[in-house]
């Protein structure tokens, strides 16, 4: 079994920065691919971003060029730096692990989330 913690988040003006944290602990050699997603309140779950084992990542469209993913394997922690926030940023965002490369199949584990609130 694995756990997901996340922190970081919090109450941030627009345009201002805000970097998230993922650790994980139990059974983390099964882990491959970890991600990040968001739920906004009344709109469905949405990828963020993702970071396989080997550093391949992928984002969504709309936080390309504000977001950056980045994992530290030492540390069985995984990292979203947000910077340049926008309002429509508001969201619970969750952490979330894969024991496979891909989230084609879902993912299997998943963190409780951060609440990240972005005022205008």
């Known amino acids: 079994q694995v756990q997901l913690v996340e922190s970081g988040g919090g109450l941030v003006q627009a345009g201002g920065s805000l970097r998230l944290s993922c650790a994980a602990s139990?059974?983390?050699?099964?882990?491959?691919?970890m991600a990040w997603y968001r739920q906004a309140p009344g709109k469905q779950r949405e990828l963020v971003a993702q970071?396989?084992?080997?550093?391949?990542?992928k984002y969504a469209d709309s936080v390309k060029g504000r977001f950056t993913i980045s994992r530290d394997n030492t540390r069985n922690t995984v990292y979203l730096q947000m910077n340049s926030l926008k309002p429509e940023d508001t969201a619970t965002y969750y952490c979330a692990a894969s024991v496979r490369p891909t989230d084609y199949y879902g993912m299997d584990y998943w963190g409780k989330g951060t609440q990240v609130t972005v005022s205008s």
């Open positions: 139990g059974s983390i050699f099964r882990i491959n691919l």
């Open positions: 970071i396989t084992k080997s550093g391949s990542t």
